[in-house]
């Protein structure tokens, strides 16, 4: 008997991104899978095993255009696809080697018996038959035989999990792509087909939790009100095998549940914790556990009543352990009111301080959530020392997904070769105690969560998709969470086979297409880093604003820790044993003695470790402030080339990509000059050392707006000064338009005019550019750039190309404001064509 037939129209709508990795479209040489089963049988009846059924006839539908029948188990007398549990599988086909793997894992096998072929998908579990069967379709995406398949995947941890900082209200903290596909309002959404298709995208490649709220979690998370609306939200995960967490605010016993004190070791503080966690998991039963950001940027904890981190964490821990669930404790715990005076002060110190003197004392359900550095997710920072310092304790490494300080998914930042280093490092620390391996301890071992003393451990991602088509906004940024779910199931993959692996799944297998977007996301990464923060010396971004444009000078003489120490004579924060804050201590040896040393220490980690003057020499030979010239000028031409290298793929796909992509690398190579000039302009004034090449403070092609003749048009000075040309910008406070003008006084030829404007995000301001009053092209400021204000963060470019010029041609620029938006410009600068 036939029990289903489906299928599928989500290929339909790929060129909006919507349907990622989970792309399915016709394979170039279906031949392949000419002799495959046409029927799917079915071993195990449970909703994971039926979501399993179901992606297999979708995915054969869509790229073998074939429609598989799904048919009863005992119906087992002809080729097909076999999908169950090992033990059901095995009860079927005893002739099979007895196979034993762990929890989320499974086996892919082609088994010829009886004159029949099956195809068999073997799970350890539920999930792991589902994670089998997205892994066969994966392999039929990428044109892979399946003739004598024989393949065993097991996840490298058992925490897997993505975090979402979404608010109630609908908004997402540090997201890029939209609005929360959880809440609007005050509510979880009535339509949760999105949440749904996202559970989808996590479970093919191996995610087996999420958090759905901001780590700054609302005080009314836990009410009972909420709880059943976000029970929803695990209702639709629980297909594919996600189990949803929650961030939770320490407090809880006091804001919801009425109490005087939410001190964690008040007896009726624990008895609120134990009865609000049996409530939850009334609602949500197979609910994965909490999440707990305490004591960190104003969020109360038991420090509050002179409690220690696990003092909190194991109260929660023991309301969960009955129920299966865990603690996700972050060490991200420091001071943001240090005083910046003091040359010892280092929020990096922060997290080994509080947590190491604890190791051993949480209960073996709580893991501590470790930011992969010590500072914030920054373009380069070195691994934090506490992940090599915690031989009792669970640990999770936290990364971040969304791009933060990484362009905001604006530019293209491929993380996954900065994650794979941290993976790969060597902390020499192994054991209850610690005692330093000789030949090393890769981070992966240490979050593996296989050991004794450490039984869980994992990876954490902070997403943050929203109800952008394309989940993370840049159609190439869902690399990124591809990549760290495939690096927190098999740390082991190198960045090229998980980019060549997405770039075949998201665009099919064109080989020019697979190599240049391959190329393209593996160069990325350090793309972005020469042109923002120079060696190691942590964020140039504006981070007492929206952390996007350059702002250097934001870091410093503030609490908040993220300092470089940059003045006139050098730069870097002295981090030493000897002279320092002490920080390389807390590593093991031999890796403290790396840092500690000069000699020794990585040119890319330079800054972070010590503070040197201009004129130090690299090993590269290069002195710094020549390296930050160069890397910033290099950068700066590295991403101007992407676009270049992406108009090869013009034709070899959808149109609707094709332009998103380059519309985003062209505004990326405008925005790259913004971070060029305002770095090395700064740089240049602070230190007084010329650029040896000449480039820095000299801009031949460029005449200042300020400068220019304006009509209407007014001069300003912008904040800070390095992020506008000259420092200076000029504005349009008129209800019509206003215009600057100058006259060509270069060889005729032709030319590309770029005008660098400002977009601010309180109005649409339009533009036109006129040669001798002739319109040439007319553009709006309509994007949606993360200031009000004139500054690095909205500073943008617009480049009209092919300009026949003669010398005598007058140039203008004409601005209508709109709203708050005064069409504010910066320069024009001519180029040769």
Avoid at 603 to 615: E, K, N, Q
């Amino acid at each position: 008997m036939i029990l289903l037939v489906f299928v599928c129209t989500y290929g339909a709508h790929a060129e909006t991104g919507e349907a990622a990795w989970l792309h399915y479209a016709p394979v170039q040489d279906s031949r392949l899978y000419a002799a495959l089963p046409g029927t799917v049988i079915s071993l195990n009846d449970s909703v994971l095993a039926k979501s399993a059924a179901r992606e297999l006839l979708q995915g054969v539908s869509g790229m073998l255009r074939r429609e598989l029948r799904v048919r009863t188990q005992k119906e087992i007398d002809a080729s097909a696809f076999v999908i169950g549990t090992v033990t059901e599988v095995h009860r079927r086909f005893p002739d099979l080697p007895a196979t034993e793997i762990a929890d989320d894992a499974f086996y892919l096998k082609t088994l010829h018996h009886r004159g029949h072929t099956y195809i068999v998908i073997a799970g350890a579990n539920e999930r792991g038959i589902l994670y089998g069967a997205f892994a066969l379709l994966r392999r039929i995406a990428q044109q892979q035989s399946l003739a004598n398949l024989d393949d065993k995947e097991t996840p490298a941890a058992p925490i897997r999990w993505v975090d979402q900082w979404d608010n109630p209200d609908g908004s997402i903290e540090r997201g890029y792509a939209g609005r929360s596909i959880f809440f609007d309002n005050g509510h979880v959404r009535s339509d949760l087909t999105r949440v749904s298709e996202y559970a989808r995208l996590l479970a093919s490649v191996g995610i087996n939790g999420c958090n759905v709220n901001n780590v700054n979690a609302a005080a009314d998370t836990l009410s009972t009100a909420s709880l059943e609306e976000l029970a929803r939200i695990a209702d639709a995960f629980r297909p594919w095998g996600v189990r949803m967490a929650l961030s939770v605010n320490i407090a809880s016993p006091q804001t919801i549940g009425h109490l005087d004190t939410f001190d964690p070791l008040d007896p009726r503080v624990e008895a609120w914790w134990k009865s609000k966690t049996d409530e939850v998991y009334r609602l949500i039963p197979d609910f994965a556990g909490f999440t707990v950001k305490a004591d960190s940027e104003g969020q109360l904890g038991p420090s509050n009543y002179g409690r220690t981190p696990a003092d909190a964490a194991n109260t929660l821990a023991r309301a969960l352990k009955p129920h299966g669930g865990v603690v996700l404790y972050r060490a991200f715990v420091y001071n943001h009111h240090l005083d910046w005076r003091d040359p010892k002060a280092d929020r990096a110190r922060a997290a080994y301080d509080i947590f190491h003197p604890l190791d051993g004392e949480f209960e073996d359900n709580v893991v501590l959530q470790i930011k992969h550095g010590p500072i914030d997710f920054q373009a380069r920072e070195p691994v934090s020392p506490l992940i090599g310092g915690l031989g009792r304790t669970n640990e999770a490494m936290e990364v971040q997904v969304t791009q933060e300080y990484t362009g905001q998914q604006r530019h293209l930042c491929f993380l996954v070769p900065m994650w794979k280093e941290v993976l790969d490092f060597h902390m020499y620390a192994e054991g209850s105690d610690l005692h330093a391996k000789p030949e090393g301890t890769p981070v992966k071992e240490l979050i593996a969560g296989k050991s004794f003393h450490r039984p869980l451990g994992g990876m954490v991602g902070v997403a943050n998709v929203g109800l952008d088509a394309n989940w993370l906004a840049h159609p190439l940024a869902m690399a990124n969470l591809y990549g760290f779910a495939r690096l927190a199931w098999n740390p082991d993959l190198t960045p090229k086979i998980i980019a060549e692996e997405w770039t075949r799944l998201t665009f099919g297998n064109d080989p020019e297409v697979v190599k240049t977007i391959t190329a393209m996301q593996l160069a990325s990464w350090h793309i972005y880093e020469s042109y923002t923060g120079p060696l190691g010396a942590g964020t140039m971004t504006d981070i007492i604003g929206v952390h996007y444009g350059p702002g250097i000078e934001s870091s410093e003489r503030n609490g908040w820790g993220q300092w470089h120490r940059a003045d006139h004579d050098g730069i870097g924060m002295d981090r030493t044993v000897a002279t320092g804050t002490g920080y390389i201590g807390q590593y093991h040896e031999p890796v403290a003695a790396m840092y500690e040393s000069l000699a020794t220490c990585p040119d890319a980690l330079l800054l972070f470790m010590h503070h040197v003057p201009y004129t130090y020499r690299l090993h590269s030979g290069k002195t710094v402030i020549q390296h930050i010239y160069d890397s910033h000028y290099e950068g700066a031409e590295a991403a101007a080339n992407l676009i270049p290298q992406w108009q090869t793929l013009k034709g070899r796909m959808d149109d609707e990509r094709y332009e998103d992509v380059l519309n985003r690398l062209t505004y990326q190579a405008g925005h790259a000059i913004v971070w060029r000039d305002a770095i090395s302009e700064w740089f240049l004034k602070t230190s007084g050392i010329p650029d040896d090449k000449g480039r820095a403070g000299h801009h031949p092609n460029r005449v200042e707006a300020e400068s220019m003749q304006l009509k209407g048009y007014a001069p300003v000075d912008v904040t800070p000064w390095e992020t506008a040309s000259g420092g200076k910008a000029v504005i349009c406070e008129l209800a019509e338009p206003c215009s600057a003008s100058f006259a060509f006084s270069g060889k005729p030829g032709r030319y590309q005019i770029s005008a660098q404007y400002f977009d601010t995000n309180n109005g649409a301001a339009g533009f036109r550019l006129l040669i001798n009053g002739k319109q040439m092209d007319a553009w709006t400021a309509d994007d949606s750039l993360p200031s009000p204000k004139m500054n690095g963060h909205t500073s943008t470019r617009h480049t009209t190309s092919d300009v026949a010029l003669q010398a005598g041609d007058t140039i203008q620029i004409e601005g209508l404001p709109d709203h708050g938006d005064k069409a504010g410009l910066d320069y024009v600068e001519i180029d040769p064509e």
